[in-house]
């Protein structure tokens, strides 16, 4: 079983939807979560860690459940510009590595 | 700051070839990490570091790396095989539980 996985989409939105991303983890002692965004052909960039109770900076917000394993992304208002790929990262057992999800691909449309 | 300065940017190399990717941060990070990243594959843990002196192998065979000090972390091909062709990232993080900093990676094709 993989230790992240995403529904990879695509999510083609107009712009000014809300459009929203789930990701689920294997592993229950996971501690650390993320989210990342990646344009075409550029490495991945840190969006958000997320937090236990939740967490929101300006239009994105992150959530954890624990009881399912999932983390979710939640974009408000979306702009051209947040057409990306996005991934969620979790990290292993230990804490030391971190795994990543195969990522989400979302389009905002004019 | 420059972050996590990768060389190469691109390099083609024949099958049985030995390379090494290079890769430094200047921000003091104790963590750094390669993965490869491959269409529909998202990205590959290779190889792990938490500090200079020590590594961790996440997969077998092909690769090396060494950590002799805190900035630098060189993967080694050892030799070269068309499987092996992908995009390579290094990225660093100063603590246990913060987010990676990537470098811009290097496009590696083995022919």
């Known amino acids: 079983r993989k230790e992240v996985e995403q529904d990879p989409g695509p999510f083609n939105v107009p712009e000014g939807a809300t459009v929203a991303f789930n990701c689920t983890y294997s592993?229950?002692?996971?501690?650390?979560f993320f989210w990342y965004r990646q344009d075409c052909r550029k490495e991945p960039k840190l969006l958000m860690s997320v937090y236990s109770s939740g967490n929101e900076d300006g239009r994105f917000t992150a959530q954890l459940n624990r009881a399912s394993q999932y983390i979710s992304l939640l974009i408000r208002d979306s702009k051209l510009s947040d057409s990306a790929t996005y991934l969620c990262?979790?990290?292993?057992?230990?804490?030391?590595?971190?795994?990543f999800g195969t990522g989400t691909s979302l389009t905002v449309i004019p | 700051n420059a972050g996590v300065t990768q060389t190469p940017k691109f390099h083609i190399l024949k099958t049985g070839q030995s390379m090494t990717l290079q890769c430094a941060q200047d921000m003091n990070h104790g963590y750094m990490s390669w993965y490869r990243q491959d269409p529909g594959m998202g990205l590959r843990l290779i190889y792990y570091?938490?500090?200079?002196?020590?590594t961790d192998k996440e997969v077998p065979n092909g690769y090396n790396v060494s950590r002799l000090n805190t900035e630098d972390f060189p993967l080694r091909l050892v030799s070269a095989a068309p499987s092996q062709t992908s995009v390579y990232l290094c990225?660093?993080?100063?603590?246990?539980?913060?987010?990676?900093?990537f470098g811009s990676g290097t496009r590696l094709t083995v022919v």
């Open positions: 990225a660093s993080r100063p603590f246990l539980r913060w987010g990676y900093t």
């Open positions: 592993n229950s002692a996971s501690q650390s």
């Open positions: 990262v979790v990290n292993s057992r230990t804490g030391n590595q971190f795994y």
């Open positions: 570091s938490a500090a200079a002196g020590t």
